[in-house]
T-cell receptor
Framework: NAGVMQNPRHLVRRRGQEARLRCSPM?????VYWYRQLPEEGLKFMVY????????ESGMPKERFSAEFPKEGPSILRIQQVVRGDSAAYFC??????????FGEGSWLTVV | TQLLEQSPQFLSIQEGENLTVYCNSS?????LQWYRQEPGEGPVLLVT?????EVKKLKRLTFQFGDARKDSSLHITAAQPGDTGLYLC???????????FGQGTRLTINP
């Protein structure tokens, strides 16, 4: 996990608020992925980004969720108007070109 | 429909026993990775296999990629309590960058 930095590690939001999760990939990695893990389940792919481009967002819910990876700064996963069902662990991962994917420690979102 | 099926989903054995976890699919993968995840943490990469029939060893852990690159196995010899955790297999399909995960095997090694 060393190198992929996620923050915050834990986030509590009330229903209807916005959640912003940040991810800094490992040095030299230009590919970023976001995954979601519900309790006692495996990881589900959400979105794959390269710098300034969304490459594959087939796993993203159609509404309220968005992701970006700007030219400068971390990747952001944004969840608007959160609901209880959004409570989960959100993992960011990064890779150099096409190769092994490394995960961060995760951000645990709790919606109350 | 789960693209990668892991079995068993739960396994509890005594220290010193051997075990095998399976990861099966009807699809072909260009690479397959095994991760271990502890509660409250992210998945930690154990191994990547890319060649059909490939076998990799990591101390007491042996990983094998099927000849047709549709399945993989993880064998642990003389399991120890420190091996307890969630083991995840994940594959990259040809032409795709994203990883598809199995549902995981929760392994408990009892002293």
């Amino acid at each position: 996990n060393a190198g992929v930095m996620q923050n915050p590690r834990h986030l509590v939001r009330r229903r209807g608020q916005e959640a912003r999760l940040r991810c800094s990939p490992m040095k030299g990695h230009s590919h970023v992925y976001w995954y979601r893990q519900l309790p006692e389940e495996g990881l589900k792919f959400m979105v794959y980004l390269q710098k300034e481009n969304i490459i594959d967002e087939s796993g993203m819910p159609k509404e309220r969720f968005s992701a970006e990876f700007p030219k400068e700064g971390p990747s952001i996963l944004r969840i608007q108007q959160v609901v209880r069902g959004d409570s989960a662990a959100y993992f960011c991962a990064s890779s150099p070109e096409r190769n092994t994917i490394y995960f961060g420690e995760g951000s645990w979102l709790t919606v109350v | 429909t789960q693209l990668l099926e892991q079995s068993p989903q739960f396994l509890s054995i005594q220290e010193g026993e051997n075990l095998t976890v399976y990861c099966n699919s009807s699809s072909v993968f260009s690479s397959l990775q095994w991760y271990r995840q502890e509660p409250g943490e992210g998945p930690v990469l154990l191994v990547t296999v890319v060649t059909g029939g490939e076998v990799k060893k990591l101390k007491r852990l042996t990983f094998q990629f099927g000849d047709a690159r549709k399945d993989s196995s993880l064998h642990i010899t003389a399991a120890q309590p420190g091996d307890t955790g969630l083991y995840l297999c994940a594959g990259q399909m040809t032409g795709a960058q994203k990883l598809v995960f199995g549902q995981g095997t929760r392994l408990t090694i009892n002293p």
